[in-house]
């Protein structure tokens, strides 16, 4: 199974998402587990399950997000119309 890249929005204001690093705005999305001991400790008991991971398609940088906040796009398709 081969997933191509996708375009990215965040919130619900879905605010395009773009590389912190090189502006790209194509990611491959991946479930990341995070460790949960070390959640404990700083107290991110909401962070305790797994994360969204986006990993750059331009650069290979992986951006995390602990909350249900991302829409994924396909590339194909663009960025949904405002509204
Ligand atoms: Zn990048």
Redesign the pocket.
């Known amino acids: 199974m081969s997933k191509g890249p996708v375009l990215v929005t965040v919130g619900p204001d879905r605010r395009r998402f773009a590389?912190l690093?090189?502006?790209?705005n194509l990611f491959y999305d991946r479930e990341i587990k995070l460790n949960t001991t070390g959640a404990e400790l700083f107290d991110f008991a909401w962070a305790n399950a797994s994360a969204d991971g986006l990993v750059?398609q331009?650069?290979?940088?992986v951006h995390t997000f602990v909350r249900d906040c991302v829409e994924l796009w396909k590339a194909g398709g663009g960025y949904p119309d405002a509204g």
Do not use: L, N, Q, W
């Not at 690093?21 to 790209?24: E, I, L, N």
């Not at 331009?58 to 940088?61: K, N």
């Open positions: 590389c690093v090189c502006r790209g750059c331009e650069c290979g940088y």
